[in-house]
T-cell receptor
Framework: AQSVTQLDSHVSVSEGTPVLLRCNYS??????LFWYVQHPNKGLQLLLK??????LVKGINGFEAEFKKSETSFHLTKPSAHMSDAAEYFC??????????FGAGTTVTVRA | ETGVTQTPRHLVMGMTNKKSLKCEQH?????MYWYKQSAKKPLELMFV???????ENNSVPSRFSPECPNSSHLFLHLHTLQPEDSALYLC??????????????FGPGTRLTVL
């Protein structure tokens, strides 16, 4: 069975400061892990994915995530937040390619 | 967003109406998905189609009826819906729906309101 827990439902940061979105997963297999972003009234856009290659994964828009098997974590970070980063972020785990399990989401607000 | 398109973007319907949601993918993928996104809840997988064959029905009520005439098109037919069915319905596609590393690409969604 697979599941994912996003530890923060809401994160607020000032523009130009780092962003950290926390995600823990549970999986019976070697999982694939993804982060998606959803801007208001938009569909989900893939930020990055981990598929058992390098544990530090770089994505679009300056985001990166580190896979830590010992901690069953896949936290998303960005060194400097931009106003356009305000959105909802979803951590996703997949044991099988056709079935994704989504976290509840973390809403990010960016203060000017 | 041009990779996966969905129409209409917004839909308001009464409980006795019949309507259909349409999804089209322009990525050459072979797997397509319907998800339901309700407020304050994680995305719920509804249906999966692989090479036009339904491979997953996640205990969805029969008032939702999917149709996949070819690998590029996916429909969700709606009839006698309930107000609790109001949600954002998202379509996604992936290369072949298997392998553990397949990435799903999402459309913009249809915002459905049932009165």
């Amino acid at each position: 069975a697979q599941s994912v827990t996003q530890l923060d439902s809401h994160v607020s940061v000032s523009e130009g400061t780092p962003v950290l979105l926390r995600c823990n997963y549970s999986s019976s297999y070697s999982p694939s892990l993804f982060w998606y972003v959803q801007h208001p009234n938009k569909g989900l856009q893939l930020l990055l994915k981990y598929t058992s290659a390098a544990t530090l994964v770089k994505g679009i828009n300056g985001f990166e995530a580190e896979f830590k098997k010992s901690e069953t974590s896949f936290h998303l970070t960005k060194p400097s937040a931009h106003m356009s980063d305000a959105a909802e972020y979803f951590c996703v785990v997949s044991d099988r390619g056709d079935k994704l399990s989504f976290g509840a989401g973390t809403t990010v607000t960016v203060r000017a | 967003e041009t990779g996966v398109t969905q129409t209409p973007r917004h839909l308001v319907m009464g409980m006795t109406n019949k309507k259909s949601l349409k999804c089209e993918q322009h990525l050459g993928h072979n797997a397509m998905y319907w998800y339901k996104q309700s407020a304050k809840k994680p995305l719920e997988l509804m249906f999966v189609y692989n090479f036009k064959e339904q491979t997953e029905n996640n205990s969805v009520p029969s008032r939702f009826s999917p149709e996949c005439p070819n690998s590029s098109h996916l429909f969700l037919h709606l009839h006698t819906l309930q107000p609790e069915d109001s949600a954002l319905y998202l379509c996604a596609s992936s290369q072949d729906g298997a392998g553990g590393t397949d990435t799903q690409y999402f459309g913009p969604g249809t915002r459905l309101t049932v009165l």
